[in-house]
């Protein structure tokens, strides 16, 4: 059974930092461009970062560049996304997927597997 399960969302203050976790199971991790895409109430998926198998190339969304690091260890099939200088805006459910390539899930047009996301609230 595939899986792509989610941890570490949580509550915090405007400036905080949260790490999230997404974990793999159920097919060949190194295959796949593992991301992260949000989506706040009322508003569009929005692509947040992704990091390639096949060249561990990164890429960020402008908003996301400077305060987020993705990074994954391809032994425990896991992928991290470290938060940092957390704002309001930055609230929404984050959703972990994996794609052939980052394309797709940057642009949110589409992932081979998806989880169920992990919500991050931001206060000010």
């Known amino acids: 059974e595939v899986q792509l399960v989610e941890s570490g969302g949580g509550l915090v203050q405007a400036g905080g930092s949260l790490r999230l976790s997404c974990v793999a199971s159920g097919f060949t991790f190194d295959d796949y461009a593992i991301g992260w895409f949000r989506q706040a109430p009322g508003k569009e998926r929005e692509g947040v970062s992704c990091i390639s198998s096949s060249d561990g190339n990164t890429y960020y969304t402008h908003s996301a560049k400077g305060r987020f690091t993705i990074s994954s260890d391809n032994v425990k099939n896991m992928v991290y996304l470290q938060l940092n200088s957390l704002k309001p805006e930055d609230t929404a459910v984050y959703y972990c997927?994996?794609?052939?390539?980052?394309?797709?899930?940057?642009?949110?047009?589409?992932?081979?597997?998806r989880g169920q996301g992990t919500p991050v609230t931001v206060s000010s």
């Open positions: 997927a994996a794609d052939w390539a980052c394309l797709p899930i940057m642009s949110t047009i589409g992932w081979v597997y």
